[in-house]
Nanobody
Framework: QVQLVESGGGLVQAGGSLRLSCAGS????????MGWFRQTPGKERELVGA????GDITNWKGRFTISRDNAKNTVYLQIDSLKPEDTAVYYC??????????????????WGRGTQVTVSS
């Protein structure tokens, strides 16, 4: 079982930056692949970054940088040059049954509750 809690969201002006954090607890957090997704109303969750348990970034999206600190059981998402279209709820997710990442939300077994990011123009 893996529990995930996101933090770091908020209201930011366009052009600014945010660093989101995802704190994990439970067994063997360092052994799971992690992903950050975002979702806006009426749309499917979209992968913005993913990282294997060893730290290899296998999916990334432009201004988004994912990283992890296994000693702290935390995964980060740095978002630079924020745009209004980045406004969304951002979720972190853990994939325990495979060491590889995936762009499909259905491949991740554990999810946090999300953190809202709102970018004003």
């Amino acid at each position: 079982q893996v529990q995930l809690v996101e933090s770091g969201g908020g209201l930011v002006q366009a052009g600014g930056s945010l660093r989101l954090s995802c704190a994990g607890s439970g067994s063997n957090f360092s052994s799971v692949a992690m992903g950050w997704f975002r979702q806006t109303p009426g749309k499917e969750r979209e992968l913005v970054g993913a990282i294997t348990r060893s730290g290899d970034i296998t999916n990334w999206k432009g201004r988004f940088t994912i990283s992890r600190d296994n000693a702290k059981n935390t995964v980060y998402l740095q978002i630079d040059s924020l745009k209004p279209e980045d406004t969304a709820v951002y979720y972190c997710a853990a994939r325990k049954l495979s060491s590889s990442t995936s762009s499909s939300p259905s491949d991740y077994e554990y999810w946090g509750r999300g953190t809202q990011v709102t970018v004003s123009s």
